[in-house]
Antibody, heavy 120, light 110 residues
Framework: QVQLVQSGAEVKKPGASVKISCKASGYTFTSYYIHWVRQAPGQGLEWMGIFNPSGGSTTYAQKFQGRVIMTGDLSTSTVYMDLSDLSSEDTAIYSCARDSPSGSYEIDYWGQGTQVTVSS | NFMLTQPHSVSESPGKTVIISCTRS????????VQWYRQRPGSPPTTVIYENNQRSSGVPDRFSGSVDSSSNSASLTISRLKTEDEADYYC?????????FGGGTKLTVL
């Protein structure tokens, strides 16, 4: 079965960076894009960007351009999301999510989420 | 980029029908598919409706989706409400390689 398993919770200081992993299994890794979505406490879902494991191309939401980098490792079927220059406003649950077989920006599977807390 | 606007909250009684709207601010709602996700507290979202009106696997036929070009909006209809339907519901669409979520609607079944 399809699974997206993310790395554990992180606590960071303002100005630091965080790198979250998302290990995929149960399907052909290179055949499906991966989205990153975050949810601040009590808030809605916010799209951060998308990564294509086949070739490594990315599209980032304008809000995060210059601060986010999404990469992948084919050997371990893992996608990474690196967010830099953290502030308290980046405290949120970060989730990876698989795009559907149609490849048309429809999410069909989600990771369990990774809590990132930014605090001095 | 466009925005998707949902009511902040809706409430209805068990057995009744509720409709959650999702209005696109610019561009045609019909130009890109709309998805609906359900999120229960402490859990990641799950897909309820994809491609405007297709139920995801395991979703009962009490759930239906539609798109109305005249109001430039999409709707999620849940009939024969059950207490287990209580959750946050998010619409989602995309344009210009950007995915957009609505702000979410808290459904209370009381």
């Amino acid at each position: 079965q399809v699974q997206l398993v993310q790395s554990g919770a992180e606590v960071k200081k303002p100005g630091a960076s965080v790198k979250i992993s998302c290990k995929a299994s149960g399907y052909t890794f290179t055949s499906y894009y991966i989205h990153w979505v975050r949810q601040a406490p009590g808030q809605g879902l916010e799209w951060m960007g998308i990564f294509n494991p086949s070739g490594g191309s990315t599209t980032y939401a304008q809000k995060f351009q210059g601060r986010v980098i999404m990469t992948g490792d084919l050997s371990t079927s893992t996608v990474y999301m690196d967010l830099s220059d953290l502030s308290s406003e980046d405290t949120a649950i970060y989730s990876c999510a698989r795009d559907s077989p149609s490849g048309s920006y429809e999410i069909d599977y989600w990771g369990q989420g990774t809590q990132v807390t930014v605090s001095s | 980029n466009f925005m998707l606007t949902q009511p902040h909250s809706v409430s209805e009684s068990p057995g009744k029908t509720v409709i959650i709207s999702c209005t696109r601010s610019s561009g045609s709602i019909a130009s890109n598919y709309v998805q609906w996700y359900r999120q229960r507290p402490g859990s990641p979202p799950t897909t309820v409706i994809y491609e405007n009106n297709q139920r995801s696997s395991g979703v009962p036929d009490r759930f239906s989706g539609s798109v109305d070009s005249s109001s430039n909006s999409a709707s999620l209809t849940i009939s024969r409400l059950k207490t287990e339907d209580e959750a946050d519901y998010y619409c989602q669409s995309y344009d210009n390689s950007n995915l957009v979520f609505g702000g979410g609607t808290k459904l209370t079944v009381l």
